[in-house]
């Protein structure tokens, strides 16, 4: 085995523990967070919502397209290969992570005196 295999299976390694942790984060952001309603948000939150939704869109295709070139190099190509793919695909599924991290601490924030309520 080469170094740069070597790394890569390393740098797996790591990705997907880090994106275990997150996952286990935003399961309990998502667990304690009281969560608003869509409609009860101000103009600024609502724009911000909608670029977290689109940048989230993009890195769900991109996730897609690095899930699905894994997957072909599983059969045609060799295991460093699948192994730098599926390092993409962890990548862009911890972006995924983060933003929806972001969107659940913004539907959960409170604006000041709904927070009485």
């Known amino acids: 085995m080469n170094f740069g295999a070597a790394l890569v299976y390393i740098a797996l390694f790591i990705l997907t523990i880090y994106n275990v942790r997150r996952n286990y984060h935003l399961m309990k952001l998502r667990s304690n967070a009281n969560i608003r309603e869509p409609e009860k948000l101000s103009q600024d939150e609502q724009s911000q919502l909608k670029g977290f939704n689109s940048d989230k869109r993009k890195w769900s295709i991109l996730s897609q397209v ?5 997957l072909f190099l599983a059969f045609k190509g060799t295991l460093a290969q699948l192994a730098f793919f ?4 962890t990548v862009s ?3 995924i992570n983060n933003i929806d991290i972001d969107i659940v601490k913004l539907l959960g924030q409170s ?3 709904q927070s009485e309520q």
């Open 111 to 113: 604006s000041g005196s």
């Open 93 to 95: 599924v911890i972006c």
């Open 86 to 89: 599926m390092d993409l695909y």
């Open 66 to 70: 690095f899930f699905f070139t894994a």
